[in-house]
């Protein structure tokens, strides 16, 4: 059965409308906020590039031995890194990991607080979850080219679109992992006169830590998953280096950069999951 | 027992399926006609021209296969699969040469099955160049824009006139988009660079995807902004924006080959076939090596798509409603006769 051909919602048209006016009215207020995510972004980048590379090599080493507890993770995670580099791929790699960073710190910086609001509302949190729901299934596609359209070809709209993928599970877990957190204890710090602010500073939050790390590791690895996709929009870095390969079928080099990322996944992955599992074990203590 | 269930269910729902298909093809003795429908419009609309003709007026089954240029010219050369495409109605063959030019040599070679052969021409004389928008060196008194470039005629200007379309991300530069990553203009683009001298003025910008491209020239252009880049028609977005083309020294094959430094060749844009194809349906062919259209149509069509918010297909039938007495010639009588009928 055909559905009705009388029954047409012409939200096509009404979307189009809406960038239209967003665009002739408020195209000065995202060039001021675009230059301003920008200069935020090539420090970053800048920052990235001028870093050694046996610092950084070594750093992660160190930082993963101590984090795993094993000098064999440390090890096989600064072996991972060194391998970036032996491919030729130091550069773009550097790039990749300063986008994926500043995305990360500003997806912390909205997410964290949104989670926390979330937590204190049940309201609020009815209104935000579809919200989250769409950003994480929304085809991407659908909204890079509106970001492009706002913020101009490169990096400030590939923040953006990797922002609103990436920033939903830390949203979540921290909402969660503050809800979680027993009403005995609460009520116990109520009854010790905390305020608001001193029961979610002392007590929520430190609670929640492990939950919200859990959060940042997912936020970070969703954060690393867009790189590909955020290069269609003219993001310099290994994803870019991907396209390329793929529209040339060189298969070899697409595989060179693809495991590239895959490394510097398994990296962040591992060292962040183990500080959060490492907060775990204490607070149990 | 739940999992089996759930196996047994979507086992149902998949032959229904299969079944709806086969219900639904006709002719199922004649093999399937499968466009290369690649991400552009005018490629989309002729796939769905020949199509209708194919399917109505000599029935075949037609179907479309979506992708990128390099992928499904791959797939088209090597056949494999029931989903592979057999008929590319627009080859751009610059932009993937050396697999245009392995897949026509193979197509030669009676020891493979692999490769294509070319039909002739679809369209002659595509443009491909250097853009900026028109009012940034004539000014558009209507929307109330100055001239900030008007002595901006040809590339060799472009140095004077970096500040204009300069790069956010390196602010000591202007910024030229470049083609879509994979395509040989993009190669091209980077010589020509060199060849203008031009390469310490401006940054080489690769947009990343066809929809990127011409989304960023269309918001500069909706924005009154100076934007700087390349292009190609036919279309929807150089049919609809008021675009430039900078001057560039007039193509040779000489210099062609060495630096690049001249325009880009006129380039025909011909049907390719896969190689097979000629035996399993020697009419569909006929009808293909007819198949010539202008410029000029490409341009309207997709004028005519972007002014009414038409899809590819309705752009189809419109062509077939106003161009009648050109397509009626690449078939014969009783052919045209029955297209006609369906198109009511």
């Given at each position: 059965?055909?559905?009705?051909?009388?029954i047409d919602i012409?939200?096509?048209i009404?979307?189009?409308?809406?960038?239209?006016?967003v665009?002739?009215t408020?195209?000065?207020?995202f060039?001021?906020?675009?230059?301003?995510?920008?200069?935020f972004?090539?420090?970053?980048?800048?920052f990235f590039?001028w870093l050694?590379w046996?610092?950084?090599?070594?750093?992660?080493g160190?930082l993963a031995?101590?984090?795993?507890?094993?000098w064999l993770?440390?090890l096989?995670?600064?072996?991972?890194?060194?391998?970036?580099?032996?491919?030729?791929?130091w550069?773009?790699?550097?790039?990749?990991?300063a986008?994926?960073v500043?995305?990360?710190?500003v997806?912390?910086a909205?997410?964290i607080?949104?989670?926390?609001a979330?937590a204190?509302s049940?309201p609020?949190?009815?209104?935000i979850k579809p919200?989250?729901?769409g950003?994480?299934?929304?085809p991407?596609?659908?909204?890079l080219?509106p970001?492009?359209?706002?913020?101009?070809l490169?990096k400030?709209?590939?923040?953006?679109a990797?922002?609103?993928y990436?920033?939903?599970?830390?949203?979540?877990?921290?909402?969660v992992g503050?809800?979680e957190?027993?009403a005995?204890?609460i009520?116990a710090?109520?009854?010790?006169?905390s305020?608001?602010?001193q029961?979610l500073f002392?007590?929520?939050?430190p609670?929640?830590?492990p939950t919200?790390?859990?959060?940042?590791?997912?936020?970070?690895?969703?954060?690393l998953a867009?790189?590909?996709?955020?290069?269609?929009?003219?993001?310099?870095?290994l994803g870019?280096?991907?396209l390329?390969?793929?529209n040339?079928?060189?298969?070899g080099?697409?595989?060179?950069?693809?495991?590239?990322?895959?490394?510097?996944?398994?990296?962040i992955?591992r060292i962040?999951f183990?500080?959060?599992?490492h907060?775990?074990?204490?607070?149990?203590r | 027992?739940?999992?089996?269930?759930r196996?047994m269910?979507?086992a149902?729902?998949?032959l229904?399926?299969?079944g709806?298909?086969?219900g639904?093809?006709?002719?199922a003795?004649?093999?399937t006609?499968?466009?290369?429908d690649?991400?552009?419009?005018s490629?989309?609309?002729?796939?769905?021209?020949?199509?209708f003709?194919?399917?109505?007026g000599?029935?075949?089954?037609?179907?479309?296969?979506q992708?990128e240029?390099?992928?499904?010219?791959?797939?088209?050369?090597q056949?494999?699969?029931?989903?592979a495409?057999?008929?590319?109605?627009?080859t751009w063959t610059e932009n993937w040469q050396e697999?245009?030019d392995?897949?026509l040599?193979?197509g030669k070679?009676?020891?493979?099955?692999?490769g294509?052969?070319?039909l002739g021409?679809?369209?002659?004389n595509?443009?491909?160049?250097?853009?900026?928008?028109?009012y940034?060196?004539?000014g558009?008194?209507?929307?109330?824009?100055?001239p900030?470039?008007?002595d901006?005629?040809?590339?060799?200007?472009?140095p004077k006139?970096?500040?204009?379309?300069?790069?956010?991300e390196?602010?000591?530069?202007?910024r030229f988009?470049?083609?879509i990553?994979?395509w040989?203009?993009a190669?091209?683009?980077e010589?020509?660079?060199?060849a203008?001298?031009i390469k310490e003025n401006?940054n080489?910008?690769?947009p990343?995807s066809g929809?990127?491209?011409?989304?960023s020239?269309?918001?500069a252009y909706k924005r009154?902004?100076?934007?700087?880049g390349?292009?190609?028609?036919p279309?929807?977005?150089?049919g609809?924006?008021d675009m430039?083309?900078l001057e560039e020294?007039a193509?040779?094959?000489?210099i062609?080959d060495?630096t690049k430094?001249?325009?880009?060749?006129?380039?025909?844009c011909d049907?390719?076939?896969?190689?097979r194809l000629?035996?399993?349906?020697p009419?569909?062919i006929?009808?293909?090596?007819?198949?010539?259209?202008?410029?000029?149509?490409?341009?309207?069509?997709?004028a005519?798509?972007?002014d009414?918010?038409a899809?590819?297909?309705?752009a189809a039938?419109?062509?077939?409603k106003?161009?009648?007495?050109?397509?009626t010639?690449?078939?014969?009588?009783?052919v045209?006769?029955?297209v006609?009928?369906a198109?009511?």
């Open positions: 059965m055909e559905f009705p051909k009388s012409p939200l096509d009404w979307v189009d409308g809406i960038m239209d006016w665009l002739s408020f195209g000065g207020f060039d001021m906020l675009g230059t301003g995510i920008l200069y972004l090539m420090y970053t980048e800048k590039l050694p046996p610092i950084l090599v070594l750093g992660v160190i031995w101590r984090v795993m507890g094993s993770a440390g096989g995670m600064a072996g991972m890194l060194f391998f970036v580099g032996a491919l030729g791929l550069e773009l790699g550097m790039m990749t990991l986008l994926v500043a995305s990360v710190i997806s912390l909205i997410g607080p949104l989670g926390i979330m204190s049940d609020f949190q009815a209104i919200i989250l729901d950003m994480q299934t929304m991407s596609f659908v909204y080219i970001a492009l359209m706002l913020f101009g490169g400030v709209p590939a923040l953006f990797t922002i609103i990436a920033v939903p599970p830390v949203i979540r877990l921290t909402n503050i809800r957190v027993s005995n204890v009520e710090a109520h009854a010790f006169g305020s608001y602010w029961i002392k007590v929520q939050l609670l929640a830590r919200i790390l859990v959060g940042i590791n997912q936020t970070t690895m969703m954060a867009m790189v590909v996709i955020a290069s269609m929009i003219g993001a310099k870095g870019l280096e991907v390329l390969a793929i040339r079928i060189e298969v080099r697409g595989f060179e950069a693809g495991l590239c990322i895959v490394f510097m996944a398994i990296i992955d962040t183990s500080m959060a599992s907060t775990k074990d204490n607070t149990d | 027992m739940k999992q089996l269930k196996g269910f979507s149902l729902v998949t229904a399926a299969v709806l298909l086969f639904t093809a006709p002719a003795d004649k093999t006609i499968t466009f290369a690649f991400g552009w419009d490629a989309q609309v002729h796939n769905r021209i020949a199509a003709i194919i399917e109505k000599l029935g075949y089954p037609v179907k479309y296969v992708g240029t390099i992928m499904l010219n791959t797939a088209l050369i056949a494999k699969g029931g989903e495409p057999n008929v590319n109605m627009e697999l245009y392995e897949g040599a193979k070679d009676p020891n493979t099955d692999e294509f052969v070319n021409s679809n369209f002659p595509s443009v491909q160049g250097w853009y900026v928008p028109r940034v060196v004539e558009d008194t209507e929307r109330g824009i100055k900030t470039a008007p901006l005629k040809s590339v060799f200007d472009l006139y970096w500040k204009l379309f300069q790069d956010p390196d602010p000591g530069k202007g988009h470049s083609c990553p994979g040989s203009c190669l091209v683009n010589k020509k660079f060199e203008y001298g401006y080489i910008m690769q990343g929809p990127a491209l011409a989304a020239m269309e918001t009154g902004k100076p934007w700087l390349y292009y190609w028609a279309t929807w977005v150089l609809k924006l430039l083309q020294p193509f040779d094959q000489k062609w060495t430094a001249c325009a880009y060749p006129a380039v025909k049907i390719v076939v896969h190689k000629p035996e399993k349906a009419d569909v006929a009808f293909l090596k007819n198949y010539e259209t202008t410029l000029d149509i490409n341009n309207k069509f997709l005519y798509m972007q009414n918010k899809s590819t297909e309705e039938a419109w062509f077939l106003t161009y009648e007495d050109l397509w010639g690449w078939v014969p009588a009783d045209a006769e029955k006609k009928a198109m009511k």
